[in-house]
């Protein structure tokens, strides 16, 4: 595979996964963890989600550092502008969902984050077989798991950690923001999600 088709399923796979995103908040039974916060933060604040989401990831980037990763200013300014293009395609799609429908009953609410989790599982399968430059949260967890020197502690740890910001935030509005089924439904599915889709559509490595 060339390099310029590699760059271009690598966006591709950010836009998918932030429409994914789009349908689960539109939803409004559970986001997926760091999307929940995101959500937490844009109610107690003049945030849009997508800018909360901005400001989270640049928190999880400089917690990395302050864990002892490194990076090149290329790697972080890279890492950056991929979460300015999520966060800002995220508004986008909620925009879309505004104009357009938003869900009411349960029924279509499920049928919304059934919707979304599997294009929120797809966008990472692609995206995590690129592996250009990864998202912050990601980075957090790599050096969390280094901390750890385990993986399953520094994964875990790495999710509880926007986890414990939206269920602060909730506590201080006394309702539950972006923490739902949907949620717990996104952690047991994602994995095996993120599995089948990588193994459906296996990306070669090697550039041509």
Partial sequence: MTQQKRIIIYLFSILINALGNSFMVTAAIGSAPWTSASEALARISPLTVGLAIVALHVLALGSALLLGSRFSWWTIL???????????????????????????????????MAIGMPLISLGLALYLQIGFVLMPPDYLMKSLIS??????????????????????????ERELIGIGVGTFVFLLLNGPLIEFFQKTFPISRRVT
């Fill in 78 to 112: 890279l890492s950056f502008s991929l979460v300015v293009l999520f966060g800002t395609a995220i508004d986008f799609f909620l925009s879309i969902h505004q104009l357009l429908y938003i869900p009411e009953t349960l029924w279509t609410r499920l049928f919304y």
């Fill in 147 to 172: 901390r750890f020197k385990s993986t399953s502690i520094g994964a875990t740890v790495s999710l509880a950690i926007p986890f414990l910001i939206a269920s602060i935030l909730s506590l201080v």
